[in-house]
């Protein structure tokens, strides 16, 4: 089994910046994908960038230029770096964990771009 905790969302103006933290426990073995999902209210949930143990990164086209996954694997932790931040980045954001062939979601944490 394993368990993520998430960290670091709340409540940002336009241009602004927030960093996410999802750290995994538990049986959390090698050559694992780990990512981070969101979804706005109304809407379904949708990609925003996905890391392979090996380095291997892939973003959503929307958050291309202005986010940054990145993964401590000695930690087993993955982050998610969000600068030029938008209304439209305004989503409960989910951290998703991939050892196959089970996938773990963390409880997700609210992110908002207001001013």
């Known amino acids: 089994q394993v368990h993520l905790v998430e960290s670091g969302g709340g409540l940002v103006q336009p241009g602004g910046s927030l960093r996410l933290s999802c750290a995994a426990s538990g049986s959390v073995f090698s050559g694992n994908v780990m990512g981070w999902y969101r979804q706005a209210p109304g809407k379904q949930r949708e990609l925003v960038a996905v890391?392979?143990?090996?380095?291997?990164?892939n973003y959503a086209d929307s958050v291309k230029g202005r986010f940054t996954i990145s993964r401590d694997n000695a930690k087993n932790t993955v982050y998610l770096q969000m600068n030029s931040l938008k209304p439209e980045d305004t989503a409960v954001y989910y951290c998703?964990?991939?050892?196959?062939?089970?996938?773990?979601w963390g409880q997700g944490t609210q992110v908002t771009v207001s001013s």
């Open positions: 998703r964990v991939v050892i196959f062939p089970s996938i773990y």
């Open positions: 890391a392979t143990s090996g380095g291997t990164t």
